[in-house]
């Protein structure tokens, strides 16, 4: 894992890891949901063009 000031696009909040894995396995970002636990997740989500973002807590309820 890279240092967080180190500016790396793969480490969240940045999307680049969302954007490796979404052209990996074509994946559609506009229909796909992230499930996440900090407001990197949602941030995450928001700069990658995530259709939703769902916080684990109530998702895994």
Do not use: S, Y
Request: hydrophobic share 45%; net charge neutral; with cysteine.
């Amino acid at each position: 894992m890279h240092h967080p000031l180190a500016g790396c696009p793969c480490r969240k909040p940045q999307p680049g890891m969302v954007f490796d894995l979404a052209r990996t396995h074509t994946i559609n970002l506009a229909q796909a949901v992230l499930i996440g636990d900090t407001a990197n997740d949602e941030q995450c989500a928001q700069l990658a063009g995530i259709g939703t973002f769902l916080w684990a807590h109530a998702f895994f309820k």
